[in-house]
Every structure is written in structure tokens, then in C-alpha cells.
């Protein structure tokens, strides 16, 4: 495991693979797009549907907590991540 500050930090989905279950965010605290897995979806965050199922929206405002690693070509993995933002609810937020 790499390299985490315990931070949490703010970004944007960039893309995401609902059939892969795993996306990318951006964030300005960022140089490089950080790799999301889909287990690291909080189970309360909005991106929660029936039945536990994560996943997130292109677009969603998220808050998140980044680690160093190398996972495919990606240098930066969350290991914690919570929609805050989507579903067409801009300038909402959830704690």
C-alpha cells in the first residue's frame, strides 16, 4: 500500500465503468486522475442504490481520501469515497 495523508480531499468523476465497477476522479488537490474502485463507495453515499449496489455519475462532486499506488496506469487509488453532489441536485451537499 502507498502513501496516504489521511485527508479528505475534493473532486469530480471523470468517468466511470458501471459494468467494470471502478472509474476515475479529478481533483484540483491533484496533478494525476485518481483510480475508484467501486467497494470504495461508501455504503451512505448517494452513489448507493437498492440493494447495495455502488456506483457513481459522471459529473458527481465527490469527497475522497487518496493513497499513492500504482493500479494500471494510474498513480493515485481512493480508498475512501462519498457522493456529495449529482443526480442533477447541483450545489447540494450530504454529511
Known amino acids: ?4 495523508d489521511g485527508r479528505v480531499h475534493r473532486g469530480r468523476v471523470r468517468l466511470w465503468h458501471t ?24 455504503p451512505r453515499s448517494k452513489g448507493v442504490l ?3 449496489f455502488r456506483q457513481l455519475r459522471v ?3 465527490v469527497e475522497l481520501t487518496v493513497e499513492r499506488a500504482e493500479q ?3 498513480h493515485l487509488r ?14 447540494s451537499s450530504r454529511q
Do not use: K, R
Request: no cysteine; proline share 4%.
Open 1 to 4: 500500500m502507498g502513501y496516504s
Open 19 to 42: 459494468d467494470d465497477g471502478w472509474g476515475v476522479v479529478d481533483s484540483p488537490d491533484f496533478g494525476d486522475p485518481i483510480w475508484v474502485h467501486y467497494s470504495t463507495v461508501d
Open 50 to 52: 437498492a440493494g447495495g
Open 59 to 61: 459529473g458527481d462532486a
Open 72 to 74: 494500471d496506469e494510474f
Open 78 to 91: 481512493a480508498l475512501w469515497i462519498n457522493s456529495i453532489e449529482g443526480d442533477g441536485d447541483e450545489g
